[in-house]
């Protein structure tokens, strides 16, 4: 019989070089649900909305987003029109009909006024993502470059931008 204990160890040799110690690819993670508000980072500073809200345009089946915020004599605002539904949206392409999905972002205070717009193929750029809407909710989050209208250009870049936002 040790005639066979050579095989069966050359056998176990094979099985045990053959297998690996790779895990499976763990799902991708879910991304983190915001906290709930309105929030965004411009210039390197992350602003809170204070009464933030949102409210849905029967006739366009669109949802606005919108909020302020003031500190040292400055208010900051900013507004979203994008579709009621849950998807990913570009600010620089119209919506449907004669909605038209856009970003607006307002700088007013201490001798400054800026209106600053990402909402058309000419002006500024950006996205809209919303992952969650009810009659009730609405979660997502965003980023864009809205550009004024003056020659030169000026611009203002939104990033790392989300809304947890409830009736």
């Known amino acids: 019989m040790n005639f066979l204990r050579l095989p069966a ?3 176990l040799l094979t099985l045990a070089a053959c297998s690996s110690d790779k895990k499976d690819d763990p799902a991708p ?9 309105l929030r965004w980072t411009e210039g390197g500073t992350t602003y809170t909305a204070t009464q933030p809200l949102f409210y849905v345009v029967a006739t ?4 606005s987003i919108s909020g302020s ?11 979203i029109n994008v579709p009621q539904a849950v998807g990913t949206y570009s600010l620089n392409a119209p919506a449907s009909g004669t909605a038209i999905n856009m970003g607006m972002y307002t ?6 006024t800026g209106i600053y717009a ?5 002006q500024g750029s950006g996205t809209v993502t919303i992952t969650s809407i009810s009659p009730t909710s609405v979660v997502g989050t965003f980023s864009l470059r809205a550009d004024d ?6 611009s203002k870049t939104i990033s790392e931008g989300q809304f947890n936002l409830t009736k």
């Open 60 to 63: 366009t089946n669109m949802v």
């Open 29 to 37: 993670a879910t991304p983190a649900t915001p906290a709930a508000g």
């Open 9 to 11: 160890l050359g056998l």
């Open 107 to 112: 700088v007013v205070g201490n001798g400054t």
């Open 118 to 122: 990402a909402s058309g193929p000419s």
């Open 149 to 154: 209208r003056g020659t030169p250009v000026t």
């Open 69 to 79: 915020h003031t500190a040292s004599g400055v208010t900051r605002s900013i507004g």
